[in-house]
Nanobody, 121 residues
């Protein structure tokens, strides 16, 4: 079992920046984290991908955040960060860390509890 612990959400004005962090922890050695990244969700809408990064550090971004958000990953520490710049009110959401772990010959998906990001003046 893998736990994802997020931090870094909060309230920021339009045009501002926030940095989200997520760490994967487990009571035993974590298998290969194939994909690690972030989704976001707002009331009444489907959860949507923000950005994720493979274990080879290949990044994929939603079109709405390209050029504003940057994902980074430390495979040795099992962490992923999301630097969010030039934030707009449309970015307001609960941001959830997501990881796909390959272990015991299977892929397992894990989710964090979520961290609130609010962009408002």
């Amino acid at each position: 079992q893998v736990q994802l612990v997020e931090s870094g959400g909060g309230l920021v004005q339009p045009g501002g920046s926030l940095r989200l962090s997520c760490a994967a922890t487990s009571a035993r050695r974590i298998g290969n984290i194939n994909i690690m990244g972030w989704y976001r969700q707002t009331p009444g809408k489907q959860r949507e991908l923000v950005a994720h990064m493979s274990s080879e550090n290949i990044a994929n971004y939603a079109d709405s955040v390209k050029g504003r958000f940057t994902i980074s990953r430390d495979n040795a520490k099992n962490t992923v960060n999301l630097q969010m710049d030039n934030l707009s009110p449309e970015d307001t959401a609960v941001y959830l860390c997501h990881a796909v772990v390959y272990e015991d010959s299977n892929y397992f998906a894990y989710w964090g509890q979520g961290t609130q990001v609010t962009v408002s003046s």
